[in-house]
């Protein structure tokens, strides 16, 4: 048992609905209880979709469990296939029927009908969304991709042909990633054989093998798939996730390279407004900026390096909850001289971010509440999300085009640097004071009150040093302050006043000390400035 307010990822049924959903002629038959049939709002009202999701639910209720619930799975399947006519189907379990074991592969396949029925192992109980996507769309392209052999080859002046492979419904701007993949394929002088899941139907999955190599957009997603196509048809896949402007370059170098193309006219072209964004004067502010990161390991390694090294932030946290890409995320965290932060209790996220004291945190729907609460400005990199990040507007992550989209992002929710500026002088200001926010954002109480607010008496997550530990924290009394010393604190500029206080008492618990003073703020200064 594990207590859970808030998850980060679905049971792995959902990501198995978003692979059926994203695509065409393939009908899911889900064994699930009356009341599972909640997903379907995360597909018409989060994403907006207009149409129903593909699925069929049994919703057994309490009383059929007497009676014969694998009758009630046959009939479902039937009825679903007489009904919508799919070329393909899939059939499995949620958490609940697992546990009544009725076998939906084996179910289905004594109704024999005359059309591919692929069925889902998914253990809801040891793996989560993700998995869940990423193993039915694996099944699928193993079901439905043709005998393994050689590839056709590439016929004399053909342009190479690549499939894009990933972008699901209910992704994180999955929708405007691919029209910025495409375009850039498209200006490299390489086509588009299909694209998956994401509006492909099973006879397409039956054409993947034509292609002469594999765009992997969402590792989460896709790369047991391309594994697959790799071991079976000899495609060579992406492993460069083009997000920023470095990983897009290096992107189109390494399309470039399995296409034999050039790719300077690319590299040499307009790009991205980002680079100069981030050189321009009015940018300086932004250097040294403490950034925490947390999401999924395709976002959260994306963004670190955007931050670090498009952005000259320095990142003082880096996690994901993406267990299966833990070994990718530890390892982008080391050339950080960061400890990976891998789980999916945001508890333990919360408490590293209090721990680091960052200026911005970037990071999911669940970071957005943590930083509200801190008083931290946030912006969301990664699923989940909510409604406001399934966007009217273009909004792509990916591509040239997506960084100038982080560059805005990342920029927006931070102080500008005037009004920082004007903080720090006119700290009795009735405008300009540490109690306002941005005033760009509404001017809602920010930044330092509230971690910093708390009553000194009050327990405190342990404080790390950088690089941070991010185990779980104890919980251990902090000296109260003295007066003078919270007054001295206060002429601290906000953005670094949070850092300044958790080192002073960190300091002080070292140390022992009844009381903060003003000398022991003095001297924590001094032996962290050394
Ligand atoms: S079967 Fe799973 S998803 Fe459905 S209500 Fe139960 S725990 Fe939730």
Same mark, same amino acid.
Request: proline share 8%.
């Given at each position: 048992?594990?207590?859970?307010?808030?998850?980060? !990822?679905?049971?792995?049924?959902?990501?198995?609905?978003?692979?059926?959903?994203?695509?065409?002629?393939?009908?899911?038959?889900?064994?699930?209880?009356?009341?599972?049939?909640?997903?379907?709002?995360?597909?018409?009202?989060?994403?907006?979709?207009?149409?129903?999701?593909?699925?069929?639910?049994?919703?057994?209720?309490?009383?059929?469990?007497?009676?014969?619930?694998?009758?009630?799975?046959?009939?479902?399947?039937?009825?679903?296939?007489?009904?919508?006519?799919?070329?393909?189907?899939?059939?499995?379990?949620?958490?609940?029927?697992?546990?009544?074991?009725?076998?939906?592969?084996?179910?289905?396949?004594?109704?024999?009908?005359?059309?591919?029925?692929?069925?889902?192992?998914?253990?809801?109980?040891?793996?989560?969304?993700?998995?869940?996507?990423?193993?039915?769309?694996?099944?699928?392209?193993?079901?439905?991709?043709?005998?393994?052999?050689?590839?056709?080859?590439?016929?004399?002046?053909?342009?190479?042909?690549?499939?894009?492979?990933?972008?699901?419904?209910?992704?994180?701007?999955?929708?405007?990633?691919?029209?910025?993949?495409?375009?850039?394929?498209?200006?490299?002088?390489?086509?588009?054989?299909?694209?998956?899941?994401?509006?492909?139907?099973?006879?397409?999955?039956?054409?993947?093998?034509?292609?002469?190599?594999?765009?992997?957009?969402?590792?989460?997603?896709?790369?047991?798939?391309?594994?697959?196509?790799?071991?079976?048809?000899?495609?060579?896949?992406?492993?460069? *996730?083009?997000?920023?402007?470095?990983?897009?370059?290096?992107?189109?170098?390494?399309?470039?390279?399995?296409?034999?193309?050039?790719?300077?006219?690319?590299?040499?072209?307009?790009?991205?407004?980002?680079?100069?964004?981030?050189?321009?004067?009015?940018?300086?502010?932004?250097?040294?900026?403490?950034?925490?990161?947390?999401?999924?390991?395709?976002?959260?390694?994306?963004?670190?390096?955007?931050?670090?090294?498009?952005?000259?932030?320095?990142?003082? +946290?880096? +996690?994901?909850?993406?267990?299966?890409?833990?070994?990718?995320?530890?390892?982008?965290?080391?050339?950080?001289?960061?400890?990976?932060?891998?789980?999916?209790?945001?508890?333990?996220? !919360?408490?590293?971010?209090?721990?680091?004291?960052? !200026?911005?945190?970037?990071?999911?729907?669940? !970071?957005?509440?943590?930083?509200?609460?801190?008083?931290?400005?946030?912006?969301?990199?990664?699923?989940?999300?909510?409604?406001?990040?399934?966007?009217?507007?273009?909004?792509?992550?990916?591509?040239?085009?997506?960084?100038?989209?982080?560059?805005?992002?990342? *920029?927006?929710?931070?102080?500008?640097?005037?009004?920082?500026?004007?903080?720090?002088?006119?700290?009795?200001?009735?405008?300009?004071?540490?109690?306002?926010?941005?005033?760009?954002?509404?001017?809602?109480?920010?930044?330092?009150?509230?971690?910093?607010?708390?009553?000194?008496?009050?327990?405190?997550?342990?404080?790390?040093?950088?690089?941070?530990?991010?185990?779980?924290?104890?919980?251990?009394?902090?000296?109260?302050?003295?007066?003078?010393?919270?007054?001295?604190?206060?002429?601290?500029?906000?953005?670094?006043?949070?850092?300044?206080?958790?080192?002073?008492?960190?300091?002080?618990?070292?140390?022992?000390?009844?009381?903060?003073?003003?000398?022991?703020?003095?001297?924590?200064?001094?032996?962290?400035?050394?």
């Amino acid at each position: 048992m594990q207590l859970t307010l808030w998850t980060y !990822e679905g049971p792995p049924h959902i990501g198995a609905m978003r692979i059926a959903t994203a695509m065409t002629g393939l009908h899911y038959v889900l064994h699930a209880p009356q009341g599972d049939t909640y997903a379907d709002l995360l597909f018409t009202m989060i994403e907006r979709r207009d149409a129903r999701p593909p699925v069929t639910y049994t919703t057994f209720r309490a009383q059929d469990l007497g009676r014969d619930t694998a009758e009630l799975f046959k009939t479902s399947v039937s009825a679903a296939y007489a009904r919508f006519q799919p070329q393909a189907m899939i059939v499995g379990a949620s958490c609940t029927a697992e546990l009544i074991q009725d076998d939906p592969g084996g179910l289905a396949k004594a109704l024999n009908l005359p059309i591919p029925v692929i069925p889902l192992e998914l253990p809801a109980y040891q793996k989560k969304e993700n998995w869940g996507a990423s193993e039915t769309f694996y099944r699928l392209v193993r079901a439905l991709a043709g005998a393994p052999g050689a590839g056709a080859g590439r016929e004399p002046g053909r342009r190479p042909l690549c499939n894009i492979l990933g972008p699901t419904a209910l992704g994180f701007r999955h929708r405007d990633d691919l029209i910025e993949i495409r375009r850039l394929l498209d200006s490299l002088g390489i086509d588009v054989n299909v694209v998956a899941p994401l509006g492909a139907s099973p006879a397409d999955l039956g054409r993947l093998k034509d292609a002469d190599f594999n765009v992997v957009l969402y590792p989460e997603t896709a790369r047991s798939a391309a594994e697959y196509l790799k071991k079976s048809f000899g495609q060579p896949f992406t492993h460069v *996730v083009p997000i920023g402007v470095g990983g897009t370059r290096r992107f189109v170098e390494e399309v470039a390279g399995l296409a034999g193309l050039d790719p300077a006219p690319v590299l040499d072209g307009p790009g991205s407004r980002l680079p100069w964004y981030s050189r321009s004067v009015d940018s300086t502010y932004l250097t040294g900026k403490r950034v925490f990161v947390f999401g999924d390991a395709t976002h959260a390694i994306g963004l670190a390096r955007i931050a670090a090294r498009e952005l000259g932030f320095q990142v003082v +946290g880096l +996690g994901t909850y993406s267990r299966e890409f833990a070994r990718e995320v530890r390892a982008e965290a080391a050339e950080l001289g960061l400890e990976a932060l891998i789980t999916d209790d945001y508890l333990d996220v !919360e408490a590293a971010i209090r721990a680091a004291a960052p !200026e911005l945190v970037l990071g999911t729907q669940m !970071e957005r509440h943590v930083a509200k609460r801190l008083g931290i400005p946030c912006a969301v990199i990664s699923a989940p999300i909510h409604v406001q990040d399934f966007p009217a507007r273009y909004a792509p992550q990916m591509g040239f085009e997506g960084a100038n989209v982080l560059f805005d992002t990342l *920029v927006h929710p931070l102080m500008m640097g005037l009004e920082e500026h004007l903080l720090g002088m006119f700290r009795e200001d009735p405008e300009f004071h540490d109690g306002v926010g941005p005033s760009h954002l509404g001017g809602t109480p920010v930044a330092a009150s509230a971690p910093q607010a708390a009553p000194a008496t009050a327990p405190a997550p342990e404080a790390a040093p950088a690089p941070i530990h991010l185990d779980h924290p104890v919980a251990v009394a902090v000296a109260p302050w003295a007066p003078e010393a919270e007054k001295e604190l206060k002429k601290i500029p906000f953005f670094v006043r949070g850092k300044a206080r958790t080192n002073t008492e960190r300091f002080a618990r070292e140390r022992q000390l009844p009381l903060i003073t003003l000398e022991t703020l003095y001297d924590a200064k001094a032996h962290y400035g050394r």
